[in-house]
């Protein structure tokens, strides 16, 4: 069976300015990323900021056009931005962004706002629209009565509740989460990862969770992939690259989780997250790598499965293609 | 550095030609100044004689083009009236106006900021209530409007000053007055919001939180943020030192730039309009450089590149 | 306990409304004291109140002591002296918390002036001997840079610096590594470990985050609604916590192993302050509920050493513990 979102090889590069009078760099946003979702599965894509999974996050939706690559949904390759079959497949494929305030329009009840998809893709007879908004509102827990207030009128899980009917009114086969629980405190973020993995199970969902948050990406992924300045540097089960990562960048990560009773010790990084318009040479992360050798400063590693257990990681060290440098660095 | 004030400064030159072309197209379509000035009973050859004296019989194009390359030499025509250079006309005329204007602007920014700055640090008290009250008062009412008013109590009530006239320096200053009030009324709001932003950031709560005493907060931390959005407004107001007096010189009589400009457009007078023009286009195209670069003078983040810091490794 | 700051019945309303209703809460010299809560539970007001940091249309009652000064009313200069000099503090988010028309070199130096009376070239040198203590890169050079040169978590470190300059005993550390990326904030987490092991000022941790908390501090408190809930000795909170809203939190955290199970979400959402419910705040989302907790609002249960609890059900299910442990 073939994936129900393929991409392959994206690359998205911007033209930034840098101040006033300089001159424009080329930025790679995504550089050469490819992944796929299943139906009824759910992709974890975890990195920092700038490392481009939101970008990612656009172009498989179709929202961006890459500049390499390609995406197919369905089977069927992406349409044109603004073309009448791209349009058509925004009811298939939906996205639910970090802020649910600045998602929503504040000048209009929820209700009308879940319905609108609805009326877009001319969903259902018209007279019924309504009740079918009010039944999205209600499969994420919100009441009848909620239905006719205003954005400002809701607390934030309930905002975030209400996106996500709107998300779900048009049952899309595919949706992307873009770090959909950041601004959410915790006891509601949960609220909200139960809501996901509910509805998923009642709609066969396919989700492209983007987050930050490991432990998040855990508890609602079926595989995770960890992106670093572009690149997905490893992927694979959540509790196999939770538990023993391969990648530096992946061991450093999943070692910053704060959790009580930690074993073991912190591997605190060195340096700032990286800047895409500054990109080192060979593998990407090799000038904050605890193990870097001349090789990962030379070679950019390209992602493929380890031997021994077939997990897909990037890094000349985790392949053993070379032996890690021996660091003083302490932790 | 040179790139930017090299866009800086073609765009200002496109702004004056812009005004220079404006003025020039809308003066000729507003009526004949050769009929204007040689009177509705002139003589049919007469006005054909002014119109071929000044070149006024030929396309308007051909017109447009004469005049540029004229001024492109630094001849920006001479009066239709008296045959005067229209550029000493404007330049006797420019003390008259400074002498009312530049006392205005100290006006404004002398009242205008530190009533903005007491009212935003006494937010919601008396003094910012009452600031805010003589503020709205202050830029709602027309200069005209003020400008009589003040008249009519201090020169036809009171008879302590001239209601018009240039004679000694006691004519000056109702109009100084009719126009710093306006001016400081509008410094005074924006300063008070600008100055609200800032107390509301977060680094000022860091300079409270690091023991740094209240008036040094203010003086140290605020203001230095404060007065880059109100550099914009101070500018403006330099710009419109020539040309910001027209109404006030009309009121008063005063023989400044303002007046002139408005008997001159009255006599379509194209010669001494446009250079008016073209005098206030330049002002306020300085202003606005100016303004720029104190800009960058007063916020680093504006000034050239970022440097990040690069990685530590 | 001789304890270096003492909060005795810390209350806050802003118009009217009450933020925060009553803190009791001592910080011991040197120890590492962590403020749970989520938003709005008043954990940042709690501090920016004793630091008479608040604007003006706060009202503030209570006690805030300092070995023995009050703090809440007291002299501008006496505060300006202590805010800084005694309590130093940083903040959520280190690009707008520095002034950004200022060096960050000469923000640091303005701190030394103050509280150590250094000038000139003596101030710099200490800057720099602060930048370099800090772990900031080629710190004689960047005492010249500005703050947007810098990034979120160099920003951060300029911000402990200047907290670092007045020698403090307690630096309060308001979501210091919130705005930060995940490799960053284990970078700050261990800077700030390492300060306090260096220099042993006490530390106040305020965080949404348990996990944060539970990594770099000896005692926690949990905050709902403008109170302090539960507070226990780190290991304690996580053995053995009492209140519901405690176990909420834990039982929302996803956990890092083990099976995958549905996520024990608290329901609803926390009161807003207008229509703060009369007897326990969380009693609405509280799973073990009885009529009694409608009733009044429950005083602190000691159920062991240095852990209390403000629940009805508190010390039944504390000894219930207990016996099972046993």
Redesign the interface.
């Known amino acids: 069976m073939t994936p129900m979102l393929e991409a392959k090889g994206l690359v998205r590069r911007y033209a930034m300015r840098?101040?006033?009078?300089?001159r424009s760099v080329e930025v790679r946003a995504v550089d050469g990323v490819s992944l796929s979702v299943e139906r009824g599965r759910t992709l974890g894509l975890v990195g920092?900021?700038g490392c481009g999974k939101s970008t990612t996050g656009r172009l498989v939706l179709g929202l961006e056009a890459p500049d390499a690559g390609s995406v197919s949904f369905q089977d069927k390759p992406m349409p044109a931005p603004g073309t009448a079959p791209w349009r058509a497949l925004r009811s298939r494929m939906q996205m639910v962004f970090q802020d649910p305030l600045g998602a929503l329009d504040r000048r209009l009840p929820i209700l009308a706002q879940v319905q609108e998809p609805l009326d877009i893709h001319g969903i259902g007879e018209a007279k019924d629209r309504p009740a079918r908004a009010i039944e999205a509102l209600r499969a994420v827990g919100l009441r009848p009565d909620q239905a006719a207030r205003y954005p400002h009128e809701l607390?934030?899980?309930?905002r975030q509740r209400a996106v996500l009917a709107r998300a779900l009114a048009t049952e899309p086969a595919l949706l992307v989460c873009d770090e959909p629980i950041s601004a959410l405190?915790?006891?509601?973020?949960?609220?909200v990862?139960?809501l996901l993995?509910d509805q998923q199970e009642r709609l066969g969902l396919g989700i492209l969770f983007i987050s930050?948050d490991?432990?998040?990406v855990?508890?609602v992924s079926h595989r995770v992939a960890v992106m670093y300045l572009g690149t997905i540097v490893e992927e694979g089960e959540p509790?196999a690259v939770?538990?023993d990562p391969a990648h530096p960048y992946a061991q450093?990560?999943v070692?910053?989780?704060?959790?009580?009773?930690?074993s073991g010790q912190?591997?605190?990084?060195?340096?700032?997250?990286?800047?895409p318009a500054?990109r080192p040479t060979g593998c990407a992360f090799h000038?904050?790598c605890p193990v870097a050798t001349a090789l990962c400063a030379r070679e950019a590693p390209v992602l493929k499965p380890r031997r021994g257990d077939g997990r897909l990681v990037a890094c000349h060290v985790a392949q053993g293609d070379v032996a890690p440098a021996v660091t003083q660095r302490a932790? | 550095m040179i790139r930017f004030l090299g866009s800086r400064l073609l765009r200002a030159a496109v702004t004056i030609v812009m005004v220079v072309t404006f003025a020039f197209v809308v003066l000729r379509l507003s009526g004949d100044p050769a009929q204007i000035i040689m009177g509705a009973d002139a003589p049919p050859e007469a006005v054909e004689a002014f119109r071929a004296a000044w070149g006024l019989d030929q396309p308007v194009w051909i017109q447009y083009f004469h005049y540029f390359g004229a001024i492109l030499q630094g001849d920006l025509g001479r009066s239709m009236r008296d045959g005067r250079d229209a550029i000493v006309l404007v330049a006797e005329r420019i003390p008259a106006t400074l002498a009312l204007t530049l006392p205005a602007l100290a006006i404004k920014v002398g009242l205008g900021i530190p009533a903005g700055i007491t009212a935003a640090l006494h937010r919601n008290s008396f003094i910012d209530r009452a600031v805010m009250m003589l503020a709205v008062a202050g830029f709602t009412v027309p200069s005209f409007v003020l400008g009589l008013l003040l008249v009519l109590v201090f020169a036809v009530q009171l008879g302590w000053l001239p209601s018009g006239g240039q004679d000694s320096w006691r004519h000056a200053i109702l109009p100084i007055i009719t126009l710093g009030i306006g001016g400081a009324a509008v410094l005074a709001r924006f300063t008070r919001s600008a100055m609200l932003e800032v107390l509301g950031q977060p680094y000022i709560r860091t300079a409270s939180a690091k023991g740094v005493p209240w008036r040094a907060v203010v003086w140290g931390h605020a203001l230095p943020n404060a007065a880059i959005p109100t550099v914009t407004i101070v500018g403006f107001m330099v710009g419109s030192l020539i040309a910001g007096a027209v109404v006030v010189e009309s009121v008063f009589s005063w023989p400044g730039v303002g007046r002139l400009l408005v008997v001159a457009v009255a006599n379509r007078d194209l010669a001494v309009v446009q250079c008016v023009l073209l005098l206030v286009a330049m002002t306020m195209v300085t202003s606005n450089l100016i303004v720029d670069l104190l800009y960058g003078l007063l916020d680093p983040r504006l000034r050239n590149q970022p440097r990040r810091a690069a990685g530590m490794a | 306990m001789n304890a270096l700051v003492s909060l005795r019945n810390l209350r806050v309303s802003f118009d009217g409304q009450a933020a925060l209703r009553g803190i009791d809460l001592d910080v011991a010299p040197g120890e590492a004291v962590g403020l749970v809560g989520e938003s709005g539970c008043g954990k940042s007001v709690t501090w920016l109140a004793a630091l008479g940091l608040l604007p003006a249309k706060a009202r503030v009652t209570g006690s805030a002591t300092l070995q023995g000064q009050e703090l809440l009313g007291a002299a501008p200069a006496v505060l300006d002296r202590v805010r800084g000099g005694r309590i130093a503090m940083i903040f959520q988010d280190p690009a707008s918390s520095l002034n950004p028309v200022i060096r960050i070199g000469r923000q640091v130096e303005e701190a030394l002036r103050l509280h150590r009376g250094m000038q000139g070239a003596a101030a710099r040198a200490e800057a720099k001997r602060l930048f370099d203590q800090v772990g900031i890169p080629d710190a004689a050079r960047r005492l010249d840079a500005w703050p947007h040169e810098l990034s979120g978590g160099q920003n951060q470190r300029v911000m402990i610096a200047i907290a670092l300059a007045g020698r403090p005993e307690l630096l309060v550390a308001d979501e210091p590594t919130t705005a930060l990326d995940v490799t960053i904030q284990a970078q700050i987490l261990t800077l700030l470990q390492d300060l306090r092991r260096e220099t042993g000022m006490a530390l106040v941790l305020i965080s949404h985050d348990l996990g944060v908390v539970a990594d770099s501090c000896d005692r926690v408190c949990v905050m709902y609604a403008g109170r302090i809930v539960e507070q226990a000795p780190v290991a304690r909170l996580f053995e053995a916590p009492t209140h519901p809203y405690t176990n909420g939190l834990l039982g929302a955290l996803p956990p890092l192993d083990g099976p995958r199970r549905r996520l024990a979400a608290i329901p609803g959402s926390v009161p807003e302050p207008w229509a703060m419910p009369k007897g326990c705040a969380f009693a609405p989302r509280c799973a073990e509920r009885s009529p009694a907790c409608d009733i009044a609002v429950p005083g602190a249960v000691p159920l062991a050493p240095g852990h209390q609890a403000a629940c009805i059900r508190a010390t039944a299910m504390g000894l219930l513990k207990e016996t099972v442990a046993a």
């Open positions: 840098r101040g006033l009078m300089g920092e900021s607390s934030g899980g309930q405190d915790v006891s509601i973020q949960a609220q990862m139960n993995v930050h490991l432990r998040a855990r508890q509790d939770l538990h450093a990560l070692s910053a989780i704060p959790h009580p009773g930690r912190r591997i605190v990084l060195q340096g700032d997250p990286p800047n500054d000038p904050r932790a």
